[in-house]
């Protein structure tokens, strides 16, 4: 044993780990290969094209679509996880106080809710709005997002607060640092991977969601998913691969870029 | 010294106010966009079903009833409606399986994160939202198109000469738990990495230093340590995989109903939006109290240090 | 402090960004997904000078619950025969008139009176098939014109047919099957339907939609299925071949409606107008690869379509077709009842 286990070893995790990653990406693979297809098939291989990018591209209601899935993950997702942050200091590290458990299972409440039932409830009860106000723009999508992306975010900074260390935030305090100061020097960097972790669960949740936006959308809102929904029943052909490819590129650009700037700032 | 108490219960009460503060606007949303609506649908539960959809506003327990008693359409005798449970306890299995089986995999993958440099932990971690910017439907056909006949895992066999005739994976109850993993790992491995990012490595290395095996440094020292990453990842996991229906139908074949569907049915084809409902708060009711329970007991045992 | 201000202002902006502007030349039209021809659309922007927005839905059930509670902003939608009943009933569409309309000299007679909307008082046809199914010939030769196919399924294809998940098409094609007739709430008739169900869908490889993909790829070899979806597999392979069960098959109709609270009833209108135009139908047919009860359109539809024995029924089949009813609310109930046994 010329090399002993590094203690950061389990045995086997590093080989389930890699077959983790290579199995997420190898259907992945299949997909972003599809998309250059030259035949209508998402399944026969027909020589490379770039002909379903061009028809995704050129096809304004996919465009729309996109652009709208992405305002409004992305606007759910921020107003998430700020609220989630704060709901997860309230109720962590703390005795039990009245009202606690209530909160916790308030919270977790839009996930225990099949889809469907949230979509229905969501219809009848916007709909009211929507008639008394004359108001139907996005605002109804985002609203609906945010609530169902709470847990999401929740969840993770939840967790990550738990345990952590109380010392830092007393030193703190013990240094007549404002509860503010104390916080946003000491609090909101040590939980700062549990918020990341939840903003990004946050985020794709809301771009995966189909039913709710189905129920809740108006006239010209149709997302990417609901805009899928309708090909898939009428047979899908690699624009939606396509489509799927550009927003994997996407996701890479802004997460390299994120990365890079977030280095800077370190 | 009665005072030096009041101080204290005057410092206390500020701050489960604070707390209420904190924690007011996450309330008010859920409650405007999630909770609240859904008391319509408690409503509706107590009503009579519309002759094409939607409700008559009529107090009616029927709903009620047909979630748990069916009158027999042919001998009209009532019994105990076992087509419900029998939906219900298929998607309950799927998810508990689901959950174990990203517990499996997610563990091993977010602890191999978080062991990761400093420098590269942000980039796995991103590597595994990346595919997930992809939507639910496409991932999963993505995942069709590896395992069926055609697919590439058969064809790959094949070419190999491994086998000559494809294996029939999709349309079996592994495509399902293979969509599954696929599906929710990262709900499993996002909550799980942050609780083990800040794993004292130490404690581990103490337990070596004991000689203690890896298999008892991993029980004893690790999984209490990252315990409410394990309860959130499978919350995250648990809840949304009792309502799935899209993966299991579309790997599975769509022959077997789960219990999502079966809701659907009530809202849709069906026309009975009062049994739909109390379907959905029977369910609701259901896992609402596994999870207090599951969180009150793994919140007693919850290992704090430092 | 700075992702909230952040996430504040581009809230705000969003919100600002996204009320709809209510100009005139506008038409907002609810519809099928991948259902309308986009050559069609801009046609008609660009003659009536108006900004056409396509929303989708996925089923007949959805678009009902969603303009039942209103607020949609929608003006046209696009309904099935079985639906458009529950529509005026329910008082969501507006009676337009479309008999009385310019073009409507170009609908063909069969489809000019329907029983659904008696004298065409609210809708414009906009397509209409049947519902029967297709088979890989070269897996099994025999009689394909028969429900037998998907209820008494012949060895050769065992384990290897699909069955489209509508209830009601579903519930329909069994009744025929054993002789029954539609929206029966026969008892008798129900429990051989049950039976015949039960029975047969140990033999089915699944229950879903996606027929074209699959039949073409060859993981289906026979299943239930829309005519135009049986049209678009035999283009890609010749061997698959369209059956009208000889039992007895349904006609469907989906149809061109204006809601009530449309904001845009003078475009609706020009909408339906417009559509019952040959050219313009047959340029909707063409994306869709459905018929349209337009006569005269034959002229301008592709060739493969106007020749295709899955758009225009042959003679000899057509007295075993008919259209598919609204069926009563407590039919319904033991159809879903049937429904849930089936799939439990």
Same mark, same amino acid.
């Given at each position: 044993m010329a090399k002993r286990f590094s203690i950061r070893q389990q045995t086997g995790f590093t080989t389930i780990a890699c077959a983790c990653f290579f199995l997420l990406y190898l259907p992945i693979a299949v997909l972003v290969i599809f998309?250059? @297809?030259? =035949? =209508? =098939?998402? =399944? $026969?291989?027909?020589g490379f094209s770039l002909r379903w990018f061009v028809a995704a591209w050129s096809n304004q209601q996919v465009v729309d679509a996109s652009w709208r899935s992405l305002k409004i993950a992305s606007s759910a997702a921020i107003i998430a996880t700020i609220a989630a942050t704060m709901a997860a200091l309230a109720t962590t590290r703390t005795r039990t106080y009245r009202g606690l458990t209530f909160k916790y299972a308030f919270i977790n409440q839009p996930l225990m809710v099949p889809e469907i039932v949230t979509g229905v409830a969501l219809l009848i009860f916007f709909a009211q709005i929507k008639i008394a106000s004359g108001y139907n723009g996005l605002g109804y999508l985002i609203a609906a997002h945010t609530a169902f992306c709470i847990p999401f975010a929740y969840l993770p900074i939840r967790a990550r607060l738990? @345990?952590? $260390?109380?010392t830092l935030e007393r030193a703190a305090a013990d240094l007549y640092a404002t509860p503010w100061k104390a916080f946003r020097r000491v609090t909101l960097p040590l939980l700062w991977p549990g918020i990341i972790a939840g903003l990004m669960l946050a985020f794709v949740i809301s771009l995966d969601d189909v039913v709710i936006t189905e129920f809740v959308k108006s006239g010209g809102q149709d997302t990417l998913p609901t805009y899928m929904l309708g090909q898939i029943r009428r047979g899908i052909t690699p624009e939606v691969n396509a489509i799927s490819t550009v927003f994997l590129l996407l996701s890479v650009v802004i997460v390299t870029l994120f990365f890079f700037l977030s280095r800077k700032r370190d | 010294m009665a005072t030096a108490a009041e101080i204290e219960k005057q410092a206390e009460a500020r701050e489960i106010r604070t707390r209420w503060y904190l924690s007011a606007p996450a309330l008010i949303i859920i409650l405007l966009a999630a909770s609240g609506p859904l008391l319509i649908v408690l409503l509706y539960s107590f009503l009579t079903p519309g002759p094409y959809g939607d409700v008559q506003w009529k107090f009616s327990t029927e709903g009620w009833v047909s979630v748990f008693l069916e009158r027999d359409i042919f001998d009209d005798t009532l019994s105990f409606a076992s087509a419900h449970l029998t939906i219900f306890w298929r998607s309950l299995k799927l998810a508990l399986m689901a959950t174990v089986a990203t517990l499996v995999f997610g563990f091993p993958t977010a602890y191999f994160i978080a062991t990761r440099s400093e420098r590269t932990r942000d980039i796995w971690l991103f590597l595994i939202t990346i595919p997930f910017w992809t939507n639910l439907l496409i991932r999963t056909f993505a995942v069709l198109q590896v395992i069926r006949n055609e697919g590439l895992i058969n064809t790959a066999l094949i070419n190999l000469g491994i086998i000559d005739q494809p294996i029939?994976?999709?349309?079996?109850d592994f495509a399902i738990m293979v969509g599954m993993v696929y599906v929710y790992l990262p709900l499993m491995v996002l909550p799980l990495y942050a609780s083990m990012e800040k794993l004292d490595f130490r404690l581990v290395e103490a337990g070596y230093d004991l000689y203690a095996t890896r298999w008892q440094v991993l029980k004893r020292i690790i999984f209490p340590l990252v315990r409410p990453g394990v309860v959130a990842g499978s919350i995250l996991v648990f809840i949304p995989a009792i309502g799935a229906y899209v993966t299991p139908s579309v790997l599975g074949g769509g022959k077997n109903m789960m219990f999502a569907n079966l809701i659907e049915l009530q809202f849709g084809q069906g026309r009975n939006w009062p049994l739909g409902a109390a379907l959905s708060i029977t369910v609701m009711a259901i896992v609402m109290m596994a999870l207090l329970v599951y969180v009150r007991n793994t919140a007693g045992s919850e290992v704090r240090h430092g | 402090m700075n992702l909230k201000s952040m996430s504040m202002a581009a809230g705000l902006a969003l919100l600002a960004s996204t &009320?709809?502007? &209510?100009?005139?030349g506008e038409l907002n039209i609810y519809n099928?997904?991948?259902?309308? &021809?986009p050559d069609m659309i801009k046609k008609f922007e660009k003659q009536f000078d108006v900004k056409v927005t396509v929303t989708d839905y996925d089923s007949n059930d959805t678009a009902l619950a969603k303009v039942r509670q209103g607020g949609t902003g929608f003006d046209v939608a696009m309904p099935s025969q079985t639906y458009v009943p529950i529509w005026i009933q329910e008082g969501l569409i507006l009676e337009t008139n479309p008999g009385g309309m310019e073009n409507f000299k170009n609908v063909a007679p069969q489809w000019a009176n329907p029983a659904f909307d008696p004298g065409r008082k609210y809708t414009v046809p906009w397509a209409w098939g049947t519902v029967g199914v297709v088979v890989n010939t070269d897996v099994y030769q025999g009689d394909i014109n028969t429900w037998k196919i998907v209820f008494d399924t012949p060895d050769e294809l065992k384990g290897k047919v699909n069955v489209v998940p509508e209830m009601n098409d579903v519930l329909h094609a069994a009744i025929k099957y054993v002789g029954g007739e539609q929206c029966t709430g026969d008892k008798e008739v129900l429990k051989k339907v049950r039976d015949v169900l039960v029975a047969a869908k140990p033999n089915w490889i699944a229950m879903e939609y996606n027929t074209i993909e699959k039949m073409g790829a060859g993981d289906f070899k026979a299943t239930s299925d829309w005519n135009g979806s049986a049209l678009r597999q035999r283009l890609k392979n010749p061997a698959i071949h369209y059956g009208y069960p000889t039992e007895g098959f349904q006609y469907w109709s989906d149809n061109v409606v204006v809601l009530k609270e449309a904001k845009n009833v003078e475009n609706a209108k020009l909408f339906q107008n417009f559509m019952m135009d040959p050219e313009n139908a047959a340029m909707n047919s063409a994306f869709h690869r459905y018929a349209n009860g337009i006569a005269g359109s034959e002229k301008f539809m592709p060739a493969d379509m106007t020749s295709a024995p899955e758009v225009v029924v042959p003679e000899e089949f057509k007295k075993n077709g008919e259209i598919l009813q609204t069926c009563a609310p407590e039919v319904t109930a033991l159809y879903t009842k049937i429904w849930t046994e089936l799939q439990k």
């Open positions: 998309a250059f @297809n030259e =035949s =209508s =098939s998402v =399944s $026969d291989w027909g738990e @345990n952590m $260390d109380l | 029939q994976m999709l349309y079996t | &009320s709809l502007a &209510s100009a005139a099928w997904g991948n259902y309308i &021809s």
